[in-house]
């Protein structure tokens, strides 16, 4: 079997060079991050108890799934996290690393998607963000994050619920009226409700924590938690 999905990975390789500028084809992303490094990190130090104040991830091991060009990776390296980051397209790893060295952050990009990912090692993080929408088949690509997983550790899924005002905010909105996303960069038919990521997860031992919605400010141009979950929405998963 197989997660990844070919045409999927030569969309976002043909826009690999792009990953990190703030102004390119990847700008929503870049006013996404903020929000969701202040979410992952708050939650894993609550949950591991960690004290450390200057790195208050360190000592915990991070898998970023799907990593693109490291935007998320590099701030969980920066934090202190040991990261492990994996894309399927090899332009998107070449572009990370680059980076990474550019910015002396030792990060372990690999090629690979989560059921191919040669290691014996399980981790207390594992990252899925905005990916599984991208995905060939999500309940076997979660089933080989859930592997991948220490007992007791923690995943973060962030994604697209399935809805009409998802369809008019993140496809018609996103994507043809603001021009934020090239178009095609989504299909309403791969969002994922949460009840249905829940479902998935809960087959592979891992029981929800807790869910919130992310909604964009217009006007103050910026990213916040909320309680609506109608069109993103980020997950918190512990596993039994």
């Known amino acids: 079997m197989n997660s990844i999905n070919k045409k999927e990975i030569e969309k976002f390789s043909n826009m690999a060079a792009e990953w990190w500028d703030p102004e390119g084809k990847f700008k929503p992303l870049h006013k996404f991050n903020p929000i969701r490094i202040k979410y992952i990190k708050e939650n894993i130090v609550k949950e591991f108890q960690l004290k450390n104040k200057k790195y208050p991830l360190s000592g915990i091991n991070v898998l970023d ?11 969980m390296c920066r934090l202190g996290a040991n990261v492990t980051a994996i894309d399927a397209s090899n332009k998107n790893i070449a572009i990370a690393n680059l980076h990474a060295k550019k910015n002396n952050l030792k990060i372990n990009y690999i090629c690979s998607s989560p059921e191919k990912l040669k290691t014996t090692k399980k981790f207390d993080v594992i990252l899925n963000m905005e990916i599984v929408e991208h995905v060939e088949d999500v309940d076997f690509f979660l089933k080989s994050c859930a592997n991948l997983l220490k007992k007791n550790g923690l995943m973060f899924v962030a994604t697209i619920n399935k809805t009409l005002k998802s369809y008019i905010f993140a496809i018609v909105g996103a994507e043809y009226v603001l021009r934020w996303l090239p178009i095609g960069t989504h299909e309403w038919e791969k969002f994922v409700k949460p009840e249905e990521l829940k479902n998935i997860l809960i087959k592979n031992n891992l029981n929800l924590k807790k869910i919130d919605g992310m909604n964009f400010n ?22 039994n």
Do not use: H, Q, T
């Open 218 to 239: 217009i006007l103050k141009d910026e990213w916040n938690v909320s309680k609506d979950l109608s069109v993103n929405y980020i997950a918190e998963f512990k596993k």
């Open 65 to 75: 799934i799907g990593c693109g060009g490291g935007l998320l990776s590099e701030p």
